[in-house]
Structures are given as C-alpha cells and as structure tokens.
C-alpha cells in the first residue's frame, strides 16, 4: 500500500513536500514514479526515482523546481516542490512499479491534492 500525504494550498513561489510512504513492503528496490492530474487534462508523469540504479528523472516542467529523493529507513519516497506556480495545481500520486523507471507501474496511492494560488 502506499499513502500520499504533505498536499495544501500553497502561495505561487511557495514550496511543498510530498511523501509516499509504503507498507507491507519495502521501497528500496522499486521504481517510485510521481504522477499528477489537473481538472480536465489527462495525468502526466511528474518525476520517478530508478530502483536499481537510483537514477532520477523529471518531466521538462518542473526540472531544476522539483527533487525525488528516498529515505529507506522511513520506506518514504519525498518530492521536494519549490518555485510552485497555478500550473502544478493538481492531484498528485505516487506509484510503485519494478526496479527501472521505464518499466511501467502496478501499485498506487490515493493521491494528494496541491493547490497553488494566491
């Protein structure tokens, strides 16, 4: 299972933290995506987080604004938001799939709503 938390309303140039922590087993060697939905518009990915080599991607849109990082202490994969805009409103989940980013992903969260607006 893995649970989304960290969403809220934020001031555009505001900055939000994302986890997703899982439970009944351990992140260390899964490829953790990030993906968000706006209103009307299809979901897009947002960032993943390689398991096997720990190799990071980002979408164009948020690179050099958003970070993914993993503690596998807390089994928690975080994504760091700053420099937000009206744009990055959105509901954002988190999935778990195998170990490389490309490989497509089974288990998802419910998601976390972020609002940006002032």
């Known amino acids: 299972q893995l649970v989304e938390s960290g969403g809220g309303l934020v001031q555009p140039g505001g900055s939000l933290r994302l986890s997703c922590a899982a439970s009944?087993?351990?992140?260390?060697?899964?490829?953790i995506g990030w993906f968000r939905q706006a209103p009307g518009k299809e979901r897009e990915g947002v960032s993943c987080?390689?398991?096997?080599?720990?190799?990071?991607l980002y979408a164009e849109s948020v690179k050099g604004r958003f970070t993914i990082s993993r503690d596998n202490a807390a089994n928690t994969v975080y994504l760091e938001m700053n420099s937000l805009n009206p744009e990055d409103t959105a509901v954002y989940f988190c999935a778990a799939g195998a170990s490389d980013c490309a490989a497509g992903f089974g288990s998802w969260g419910q998601g976390t709503q972020v609002t940006v607006s002032s």
């Open positions: 009944g087993f351990t992140l260390d060697y899964y490829a």
């Open positions: 987080l390689s398991g096997s080599d720990g190799r990071t």
